[in-house]
C-alpha cells in the first residue's frame, strides 16, 4: 500500500506566489524527506526533517511535520519558473533502509 | 566529488533480451539502493546492497531481476527476457555508512529502459 500520499496531485500558480504541498503517511518514522525531479530526470534531494523536529528551512523552502497526524508540508515561497517539477515526499518507514515515495505533486509556475 | 552516475542512460531492448544496468555511488558511500518508476508514478524500491551484500530485497520481482554490488565496480541490475511491462525508469541512490537511522540518498540521473 501507498506509505505517503501528497496532495494536491497537480497545483497551478502565477510566478511570485506561493506552493503549498501536502504529504500524509501511514506508519511511524524516523525521518522524512522531500525531493524534487523535473521531467524525464533523476531526483535532487531538498531538504529532510527528523521525527523529533517539526519545521525546517532552507533558502526559500520550508517543511513542516505532524507526527500525531501524520502528515508534513512543504511551503516553497516567492515561486520561479525553475520550481516547475513533480515534488515528491518520502518516509523511512520507521527504520527500514529504503524510502517509500508518494506519488508526488506536480507544480506549474506560469510566467 | 562526482554525483551517483548511472548508464546507460537510455537502453532499448526488444522481449525476451537482457537488460543490465549500472550505477556508480558518489564517492566514499557504500550502500546502494535500486527503484523503479513507472510513468506518472511514484518511485517504488526494489533492492538494498552494500558492498558484496543484498539486504534487503523485498521490492524485487521473484523472476528474471537480480543485482549485485561487487567489491570492485559498479552496482548491477540485470533484468532477464525482458517484457514490455518492465519499460519504465530505473534509479539508482547512494548513501554513506548508516549511522543508526536513514541518511540522505542521493539519486542518479536514471536509466530509461524502452522494451519493444
Known amino acids: 500500500s501507498q506509505q505517503g500520499e501528497e496532495d494536491p496531485q497537480a497545483l497551478s500558480i502565477q510566478e511570485g506566489e506561493n506552493a503549498t504541498m501536502n504529504c500524509s503517511y501511514k506508519?511511524?518514522?524516523?525521518?522524512l524527506q522531500w525531493y524534487r525531479q523535473n521531467s524525464g530526470r533523476g531526483l535532487v534531494h531538498l531538504i529532510l526533517?527528523?521525527?523529533?523536529?517539526r519545521e525546517k528551512h532552507s533558502g526559500r523552502l520550508r517543511v513542516t511535520l505532524d507526527t500525531s497526524k501524520k502528515s508534513s508540508s512543504l511551503l516553497i515561497t516567492a515561486s520561479r519558473a525553475a520550481d516547475t517539477a513533480s515534488y515528491f515526499c518520502?518516509?523511512?518507514?520507521?527504520?527500514?533502509?529504503?524510502?517509500?515515495f508518494g506519488q508526488g505533486t506536480r507544480l506549474t509556475i506560469n510566467p | 566529488n562526482a554525483g551517483v552516475m548511472q548508464n546507460p542512460r537510455h537502453l532499448v531492448r526488444r522481449r525476451g533480451q537482457e537488460a543490465r544496468l549500472r550505477c556508480s555511488p558518489m564517492?566514499?558511500?557504500?550502500?546502494v539502493y535500486w527503484y523503479r518508476q513507472l510513468p506518472e508514478e511514484g518511485l517504488k524500491f526494489m533492492v538494498y546492497?552494500?558492498?558484496?551484500?543484498?539486504?534487503?530485497e523485498s521490492g524485487m520481482p521473484k523472476e528474471r531481476f537480480s543485482a549485485e554490488f561487487p567489491k570492485e565496480g559498479p552496482s548491477i541490475l540485470r533484468i532477464q527476457q525482458v517484457v514490455r511491462g518492465d519499460s519504465a525508469a530505473y534509479f539508482c541512490?547512494?548513501?554513506?555508512?548508516?549511522?543508526?537511522?536513514?541518511?540522505?540518498?542521493?539519486f542518479g540521473p536514471g536509466t530509461r529502459l524502452l522494451v519493444l
Open positions: 506508519t511511524s518514522i524516523n525521518n
Open positions: 564517492k566514499g558511500h557504500s550502500h
Open positions: 526533517i527528523r521525527s523529533n523536529e
Open positions: 546492497l552494500q558492498k558484496e551484500n543484498i539486504i534487503d
Open positions: 541512490a547512494s548513501s554513506p555508512p548508516l549511522q543508526g537511522v536513514q541518511e540522505t540518498q542521493y
Open positions: 518520502a518516509t523511512d518507514g520507521g527504520g527500514a533502509q529504503k524510502l517509500v
